[in-house]
């Protein structure tokens, strides 16, 4: 079974720019979630979707980023204008829905470096 | 936030035990606490989770204290591929997010 996948793994744009991060979940995983780590801080949580639904979105930084998931599959974080602080890691986790423990997957990252 | 504390590095040589600490002083009677650990360049990963009793799978043991403040997360004979940073956190079962905090980079050295 693949895992959680992230394109690119790797961005470098320059101030200003438009960048998108893609991340393809685990397949049957109704629960999507992005987090990001910046330069020397902790894994901070972005948003969470339920399937195509944002249930929680309370970590989006500002109004720059914008994600989706339509279609409740894959999900994009497009980043619009990207300032520098916005360099760092962006993780994308899955999990199944239900009560109970449902173990966050994560993928590997996408490093965005914004110059 | 975080509501855990961790030392912020530990070595541990190479088939021994790694034992690595955690404070949770503030932990609800509800939450859990689960260990997930980044190997570099890689995405976090799920090792345990538990409530008050310990537990163990074929990644590790968690030891928790009896007033649940504190646990430990035992890996039994570290390798070198247990070198990565380890993550305490605590949380409701069916919580949303997880809030990493700074972690324990834990070195095996052969």
């Known amino acids: 079974e693949a895992g959680v996948t992230q394109f690119p793994s790797h961005s470098v744009i320059e101030k200003g720019q438009t960048v998108t991060l893609r991340c393809d979940p685990i397949?049957?995983?109704?629960?999507l979630y992005w987090y990001r780590r910046v330069m020397g801080k902790e894994i901070k949580f972005l948003l969470h979707?339920?399937?195509?639904?944002?249930?929680?979105e309370s970590g989006m930084p500002n109004n720059r980023f914008l994600a989706e998931r339509t279609g409740g599959t894959y999900s994009t974080l497009k980043v619009q204008p990207a300032e520098l602080e916005d360099s760092g890691v962006y993780f994308c986790?899955?999990?199944?829905?239900?009560?109970?423990?449902?173990?966050?997957?994560f993928g590997p990252g996408t490093r965005l470096t914004v110059t | 936030d975080a509501k855990t504390t961790q030392p912020p590095s530990m070595d541990c040589a190479e088939g021994r035990a790694a034992n690595l600490p955690c404070n949770h002083s503030?932990?609800?009677?509800?939450?859990?606490v689960y260990w997930y650990r980044q190997i570099h360049s890689q995405g976090p990963q799920y090792i345990i989770h538990?409530?008050?009793n310990n537990e163990t799978n074929e990644m590790a043991s968690l030891i928790i204290t009896e007033d649940r403040k504190s646990s430990t997360l035992i890996l039994p004979h570290a390798t070198l591929r247990d070198t990565a940073v380890y993550y305490c956190?605590?949380?409701?079962?069916?919580?949303?997010?997880?809030?990493f905090g700074t972690g324990t980079s834990l070195t095996v050295i052969p």
């Open positions: 986790a899955s999990s199944t829905l239900g009560t109970g423990f449902n173990e966050q997957y």
């Open positions: 397949s049957g995983h109704d629960n």
């Open positions: 979707f339920v399937k195509e639904s944002k249930q929680d």
């Open positions: 503030t932990i609800s009677g509800n939450e859990y």
């Open positions: 538990g409530l008050k």
């Open positions: 956190i605590v949380r409701v079962l069916t919580g949303n997010q997880f809030y």
